[in-house]
């Protein structure tokens, strides 16, 4: 596969230089891997901290600045990030009002942020969390146990950001946090295969005529496999897998996300069908967002995310936010 990179090894520094470069409103630790935004710590502000592996973005770096998360940890590709940046982050974020780890299930970050939540409270900084597992596709896979954390994690990230913005205290930004992934869920489904660089070829085989539906942002299996199915098709069983879990009674927000190797075109077509189905099934749409949020590295593909919404929540969304890849009201 051709890829524009220099070696597999510095893909993820080069990168993080490459955001450096581009956004002077962070501040980039190359060596130690941490993204911060560049005001933090923020006075009497919560702080917010993500991570996870690379080749998810924008995800999570992205989306570091205000009304959103302070800081952001990457990891290897497709690893977890380790402790020890989770722990600089959150030093680096806290103003006294304490510290949100906004966690993906998938347990090699469910370990490493548990470890650090413990190393940051006995350096005195207070932590609470946030578990981010959205996934309706499947219930286990060898990435976790329980639902898998996907695009639910924007809408975490985005509406709890804005509570802190706001002064929120901890309690309640962490309990906002909770409210949003409970009132989210996501489906995804895979066009092709994703190739890594440090394997440099497809990590595994879908052949062209077929899809996967329900697949996980690290290539996991899905639930199913079937053959090429039109926009129409590919919407009207992800969405309807979506209400067969979240049955929302109010509005929702919609995100259609592209899994990284989709152009926009078919994603905005994709995006009507899902518009179809949702008013099919009688669920009004408050706002809808389209584009590459929660990716994996060239897959192409799509995944339909679905937030329960009410006026308190919608107006966290509407808040103004700045950062790499999220920005209005600024």
Known sequence: MKMLINVPETVVADALRGMAAAYPGLTVDVDNRVVVRRDAPVAG??????????????????????????????GEVFTSPVPDQMVRAAAAVDSGAGVLFVVKN????????DMAAELAEDEGVRIGKVLVDDDVAVTDSSFTAGRRGTGATLFVEKIAGAAAEAGAPLERVEAI??????????????LSAVATPAKGSPTF?????ELELGIGIHGEPGRERRAMMTSREIADFSVDAVLEDLRPSGPVIALVNGMGGTPLLELYGFTAEVHRVLGERGVAVARTLVGNYVTSLDMAGCSVTLCEVDEELLRLWDAPVETPALRWGR
């Open 205 to 209: 085989d879908l052949p062209p005529g």
């Open 177 to 190: 946090g909770r409210r949003v992934n409970g009132s989210a869920r996501s489906f995804g489904v895979a």
């Open 45 to 74: 502000k919560v702080g917010l901290v993500s991570g996870g592996g690379s080749g998810h973005e924008p995800l999570h770096g992205g989306f570091v600045g205000p009304g959103m998360l302070s800081a952001a940890c990457p």
């Open 106 to 113: 998938y347990t090699g970050d469910v370990l490493n942020f």
